[in-house]
T-cell receptor, first 112, second 115 residues
């Protein structure tokens, strides 16, 4: 069975500091994709970053990086230099064979 | 930048009434998804289309929900009759191949409140 686990319901971070949001996944398939999405209070899901299961390098997109540890089945999101606009829900997701599985999300609050 | 269009943005309806949501995916995207997201939870897949065919509706409550994508382009999700527990965000997404990677794009969603 495919499963995504986010164990941090809520996180606080000081503006300009870095923060790590945890995500672990479970799948027996060798080919899969890992995603992070941001969902502000307005509700839209904004794509942040993608990591393929065969990618050897950790993905980076601007201030976002994905710490991919395949043996541990973890795909943590690192946000560097947090900004007030980063306050939102963050979802980790996995795609396997055209199906998409979401975690329960982490609510990030950035303090000024 | 190409977008997935959804309407309405917000909908308030009384229980036992019918309600419908519309989604127009990015042009050329063959795979279309409808998700339901209850407040405080992650989205759950309701139905997945490949062109005009349903490829997965295992989580769709078929006694009250229906979905169609008649010409393989835009799609409609209907609830009849609506129940209080249907209050949620309904998200539509599309992808070119259904294979994930950079291909999943979400619409802004329809926030449904059943009173």
């Amino acid at each position: 069975a495919q499963k995504i686990t986010q164990t941090q319901p809520g996180m606080f971070v000081q503006e300009k500091e870095a923060v790590t949001l945890d995500c672990t996944y479970d799948t027996s398939d060798q080919s899969y994709g890992l995603f992070w999405y941001k969902q502000p209070s307005s509700g839209e899901m904004i794509f942040l970053i993608y990591q393929g299961s065969y990618d050897e390098q950790n993905a980076t997109e601007g201030r976002y990086s994905l710490n991919f540890q395949k043996a541990r089945k973890s795909a943590n999101l690192v946000i560097s230099a947090s900004q007030l606009g980063d306050s939102a829900m963050y979802f980790c997701a996995m795609s396997v064979f055209n199906k998409f599985y979401f975690g329960s999300g982490t609510k990030l609050n950035v303090k000024p | 930048e190409a977008e997935v269009a959804q309407s309405p943005r917000y909908k308030i309806t009384e229980k036992s009434q019918a309600v419908a949501f519309w989604c127009d995916p990015i042009s050329g995207h063959a795979t279309l998804y409808w998700y339901r997201q209850i407040l405080g939870q992650g989205p759950e897949l309701l139905v997945q289309f490949q062109d005009e065919s349903v490829v997965d509706d295992s989580q769709l409550p078929k006694d009250r929900f229906s979905a169609e994508r008649l010409k393989g382009v835009d799609s409609t999700l209907k609830i009849q009759p609506a129940e209080l527990g249907d209050s949620a965000m309904y998200l539509c997404a599309s992808s070119h191949s259904g294979q994930g990677d950079y291909g999943y794009t979400f619409g802004s969603g329809t926030r449904l409140t059943v009173v």
